[in-house]
């Protein structure tokens, strides 16, 4: 069975651009979430989509953004880059219905924002 | 808000040496608690979960124990295969929001 899949891995920008970033979850998942990993922050969530639905967001600013496909497939967007923006941003999908199943994540888009 | 704290931030360890990994939490309505694994430049890989205090998993070398206020999750007799980040993450009831906590780096010598 194929995990989550992320798209590109590795993304060089320079501030004030913008980004997609793509993620395939595993089939059958409905849930895909986002996070940014930092060295100074860790893991942290920025927003959740279900049945092409944003169903939570973290506290990212509006920079950020997030959509699903139909086939359940998300992309995440972000505008006018900053230099801190530049991190490992991590896709996860999980069955969806309960909140308490986990979530199987892909290897990440590294992201350097120049 | 959901807080999530693991220690010791780093351990290492000689191969064949057991020890303990732990992750206290605060959480209002706790759904579950995840153990994952981090390897350099991949994502986190899940190992566990657990849903109530008393509970316990094993995966061979690895055993996660849950109380009301932290988990454990204990390395009997660990080889260098065993050397990556372990994170520690909860969820509540309402959404499928993990918190993670900062991880503890695990480096097991030959």
């Known amino acids: 069975k194929a995990g989550v899949t992320q798209t590109p891995r590795y993304l060089i920008k320079t501030r004030g651009q913008q980004v997609t970033l793509s993620c395939s979850p595993i089939?059958?998942?409905?849930?895909v979430s986002w996070y940014q990993q930092t060295p100074g922050q860790g893991l942290q969530f920025l927003f959740e989509?279900?049945?092409?639905?944003?169903?939570n967001k973290g506290n990212f600013p509006g920079r950020f953004s997030g959509r699903q496909f139909s086939n359940s497939r998300s992309e995440m967007n972000v505008s006018t880059l900053e230099l801190g923006d530049s991190a490992l941003y991590l896709c996860?999908?999980?069955?969806?219905?309960?909140?308490?199943?986990?979530?199987?994540f892909g290897d990440g888009t590294r992201l350097s924002i120049l | 808000e959901d807080q999530v704290t693991q220690s010791p931030e780093a351990l290492r360890l000689q191969e064949g040496e057991s020890s303990s990994l732990n992750c206290s939490y605060t959480?209002?309505?706790?759904?579950?608690l995840f153990w994952y694994r981090q390897d350099p430049g991949k994502g986190p890989e899940f190992l566990f979960t657990?849903?109530?205090a008393g509970e316990e998993k094993e995966k061979e070398r690895l055993k996660a124990t849950l109380t009301k206020k932290e988990s454990f999750l204990h390395i009997t007799a660990p080889k260098p295969e065993d050397s990556a980040t372990y994170l520690c993450?909860?969820?509540?009831?309402?959404?499928?929001?993990?918190?993670f906590g900062g991880g503890t780096r695990v480096l097991v010598k030959p």
């Open positions: 996860a999908s999980s069955l969806g219905g309960d909140s308490n199943q986990p979530q199987h």
């Open positions: 089939s059958g998942h409905r849930s």
């Open positions: 989509y279900f049945s092409e639905t944003q169903r």
């Open positions: 959480v209002s309505g706790l759904r579950g």
């Open positions: 657990l849903y109530s």
């Open positions: 993450a909860v969820v509540r009831a309402a959404g499928n929001k993990l918190t």
